[in-house]
C-alpha cells in the first residue's frame, strides 16, 4: 500500500460507479485516504460511456468533463416509418479516460489492479490473496448483484470500432437506426463518428433472456457498414454489454441478497434507469451526494445509500410500466412502433426520459393516446405491472 495511513474509504469495484466516487471524494474530500479495488488489469473495464447534454446538470458536469473523448451538438434517431434529427449535445466517455484519472488522482498503492474480493463488511474488505483491508467505510461497485429477486427483460449488445476506407461522412451520431430487421424483437444499431474516417458501430436488441450471441452481433456490424456504403476494416475496439431491463420485482430482496450492511451503489445498488439500463446519471448523482456526506462510517455509507436505491426504486415505477409494455403487451416484431411513437415527442421530453426526471405531464403524454400495441395486451401488461386485477 501507498502508506500506512488508515483508509477511510475502500470501494470494490473500479468501474463507472466507483470511479466516480473515488474521483468525486479526492476532490472534493482531499484529506481522506481512498482505496479502489478492481479485479481487472485496469479501471474502467473496457466501455464507451455516453450522455445527453441535460443527463448531468451543468453543476456537476466537472466531475465526468476530464473522461469525455467524443462530443457533438446533436443526434439522430431512424425508424421504419420516420427520420428525426434532434437537438442537443451528446458527449462520450471512455474507460481509458476514467483509468487515466484514477491513477493520477490515487497516490500510488491506492488503485489495486488485478484484486479479487472474496469478502465485504462495512469496514472491512477480504482479498483473495488473503489481504485484509481495514477501513471507515466500504462501497460495494462490483457491478450487479443476485438479479434473481427481479423481473427483468435485458438490453444486450456487442459494439466495434470500424475504419474506412473513405470518409464516411457521418457528422453525429445516429443513436438508434430501427430500419435493421425487427424479425426477433427491437433491435437497432447505435454509431457513433469517431473521427472523419473511424466509427464505433453497436449492435442492441432487446429479448427476454440474457444470452449474447457475439459472433452473430460482429456479422451484423459489418453487414451494417457494408449497407450504408463504408468499405472498413475493424478497429481495436470490441465491446459487449449485458444490461438489465426491469419490469419488476423485490428490491429489498435484491438489496439484501450481497454485502449484508455494506453500502452499494451503481447496478450493484440497483442504480438503473428500468427501460434503458443506463446508470452514468445515478452514478454521478450518487459520487456527489456521497462526497458531500459528513460522515463517512460504513454504517452511514449503508444507511444513506439504501435510503437512496429506495427512492430511486420508488422514482422508476413509472420506467418499470413502460418496459413491461415494450415486453409483454407488443408483439416482438413490433416492439419499435413504440419507440417509434416516442421519438415523435417533444425533444425536452425525450431528454427527461433519459436522465429520469419525467414530470406527470410527460407520462401522460407517453401513455395517452392509442397505443402503438394491441389494446387488450396492453391492459394485460399494464394490470400485471401494477398488481391490479384484471376484469
Known amino acids: 500500500m501507498s502508506s500506512e495511513r488508515p483508509i477511510d474509504i475502500a470501494i470494490a469495484g473500479g468501474g463507472l460507479a466507483g470511479g466516480l466516487i473515488a474521483l468525486a471524494l479526492r476532490a472534493r474530500r482531499p484529506e481522506l485516504r481512498?482505496?479502489?479495488?478492481?479485479?481487472?488489469?485496469?479501471?474502467?473495464?473496457?466501455?464507451?460511456?455516453?450522455?445527453?447534454?441535460?443527463?448531468?446538470?451543468?453543476?456537476?458536469?466537472?466531475?465526468?468533463?476530464?473522461?469525455?473523448?467524443?462530443?457533438?451538438?446533436?443526434?439522430?434517431?431512424?425508424?421504419?416509418?420516420?427520420?428525426?434529427?434532434l437537438p442537443g449535445g451528446y458527449a462520450s466517455l471512455s474507460s481509458e479516460r476514467l483509468d487515466a484519472a484514477l491513477r493520477d488522482a490515487l497516490p500510488p498503492g491506492d488503485l489495486l489492479l488485478g484484486a479479487r474480493v472474496t469478502g465485504l463488511m462495512p469496514t472491512c474488505v477480504t482479498l483473495a490473496d488473503g489481504r485484509t483491508l481495514e477501513a471507515g467505510g466500504v462501497v460495494d461497485c462490483?457491478?450487479?448483484?443476485?438479479?434473481?429477486?427481479?423481473?427483468?427483460?435485458?438490453?444486450?449488445?456487442?459494439?466495434?470500432?470500424?475504419?474506412?476506407?473513405?470518409?464516411?461522412?457521418?457528422?453525429?451520431?445516429?443513436?438508434?437506426?430501427?430500419?435493421?430487421?425487427?424479425?426477433?424483437?427491437?433491435?437497432?444499431?447505435?454509431?457513433?463518428?469517431?473521427?472523419?474516417?473511424?466509427?464505433?458501430?453497436?449492435d442492441t436488441y432487446y429479448t427476454a433472456g440474457p444470452e449474447l450471441a457475439v459472433d452473430a452481433l460482429k456479422a451484423r456490424i459489418a453487414d451494417y457498414a457494408a449497407a450504408q456504403g463504408w468499405t472498413s476494416t475493424p478497429g481495436d475496439r470490441i465491446e459487449t454489454g449485458v444490461?438489465?431491463?426491469?419490469?419488476?420485482?423485490?428490491?429489498?430482496?435484491?438489496?439484501?441478497?450481497?454485502?449484508?450492511?455494506?453500502?452499494?451503489?451503481?447496478?450493484?445498488?440497483?442504480?438503473?434507469?428500468?427501460?434503458?439500463?443506463?446508470?452514468?446519471?445515478?452514478?454521478?448523482?450518487?459520487?456527489?451526494?456521497?462526497?458531500?456526506?459528513?460522515?463517512?462510517?460504513?454504517?452511514?455509507?449503508?444507511?444513506?445509500?439504501?435510503?437512496?436505491?429506495?427512492?430511486?426504486?420508488r422514482g422508476q415505477a413509472y420506467y418499470r410500466l413502460l418496459a413491461t409494455m415494450l415486453f409483454r403487451a407488443a408483439?416482438?416484431?413490433?416492439?419499435?412502433?413504440?419507440?417509434?411513437?416516442?421519438?415523435?415527442?417533444?425533444?425536452?421530453?425525450?431528454?427527461?426520459?433519459?436522465?429520469?426526471?419525467?414530470?406527470?405531464?410527460?407520462?401522460?403524454r407517453v401513455l395517452i393516446g392509442r397505443p402503438p400495441v394491441p389494446i387488450g395486451r396492453a391492459i394485460q401488461a399494464l394490470g400485471r405491472a401494477s398488481g391490479a386485477p384484471i376484469t
Not at 427483460?153 to 470518409?167: E, I, L, N, R, Y
Request: charged share 20%; glycine share 10%; hydrophobic share 45%.
Open 331 to 364: 408483439e416482438p416484431a413490433e416492439r419499435w412502433r413504440i419507440l417509434a411513437r416516442f421519438y415523435r415527442l417533444d425533444p425536452k421530453l425525450i431528454g427527461r426520459f433519459y436522465a429520469g426526471r419525467s414530470s406527470l405531464i410527460d407520462k401522460l
Open 142 to 202: 462490483r457491478g450487479p448483484g443476485d438479479l434473481g429477486a427481479l423481473d427483468l427483460g435485458w438490453q444486450k449488445f456487442v459494439g466495434m470500432s470500424m475504419k474506412t476506407d473513405a470518409p464516411h461522412g457521418l457528422t453525429h451520431p445516429v443513436i438508434m437506426d430501427a430500419t435493421v430487421d425487427q424479425s426477433e424483437g427491437y433491435r437497432f444499431v447505435y454509431v457513433l463518428p469517431l473521427s472523419a474516417s473511424e466509427l464505433f458501430i453497436e
Open 34 to 85: 481512498v482505496v479502489v479495488i478492481e479485479s481487472g488489469a485496469n479501471a474502467g473495464g473496457n466501455h464507451i460511456w455516453s450522455c445527453f447534454e441535460h443527463d448531468v446538470a451543468l453543476a456537476d458536469r466537472w466531475l465526468i468533463e476530464p473522461l469525455i473523448v467524443h462530443g457533438w451538438g446533436e443526434h439522430a434517431v431512424r425508424f421504419p416509418s420516420f427520420e428525426r434529427n
Open 243 to 313: 444490461l438489465p431491463v426491469c419490469m419488476g420485482g423485490d428490491f429489498e430482496r435484491y438489496w439484501r441478497a450481497s454485502s449484508r450492511g455494506v453500502a452499494k451503489a451503481g447496478l450493484r445498488g440497483g442504480f438503473f434507469h428500468a427501460m434503458t439500463g443506463y446508470s452514468l446519471p445515478d452514478a454521478v448523482r450518487v459520487a456527489l451526494h456521497l462526497a458531500a456526506m459528513p460522515h463517512l462510517s460504513g454504517a452511514a455509507l449503508h444507511e444513506r445509500t439504501l435510503a437512496m436505491a429506495r427512492a430511486h426504486w
